[in-house]
């Protein structure tokens, strides 16, 4: 199989229309879990995105596969840690874009250790982060819009 060429670069304006667009997939959202109470509503989606991207202590990157928009990948602090967090669309699944896109991010954010979470049955996610040198440190449980109950992730960590 041919890799895809994944490239990480500042998110730019046009990109939001893509990363939107990727949040109204019902797989994904039943995949994250923790998403916005509703994904569709567009004005609350601009809004975030605005807190995202001038957030003094977070770092986003548009992931590009073969030029084109294939998600986001970030950092970000949450209770006093440094976390990290990705979104793909469905259409870049499963080759292996993630691990290489969280691969990317993590050679640019240097703080040590870092935080990720994913819900307990996301098994794609978890591969992603254990490959990437995440560890299983604890447990949680949350309300997941994105499955509108009380869900179980893992929180995991990265020391070195």
Known sequence: ???PDVRLRTVEDADLAYFFVHMQDPAAIQ???FTPADPSDRD?????WQRIRTHPTGTVRTVLTDGQVAGHVASFDYAGNTEVTYWL????WGRGIATRALRELLAEVTTRPLHARAVQDNAASLRVLERCGFRVCGEDRGF???RAAEVAEYVLVLDA
């Open 44 to 48: 609350a989606f601009d809004a975030r």
């Open 1 to 3: 199989m041919i890799q």
């Open 31 to 33: 995949m994250a879990a």
């Open 144 to 146: 997941a819009n994105g």
């Open 89 to 92: 669309g469905r259409e870049h």
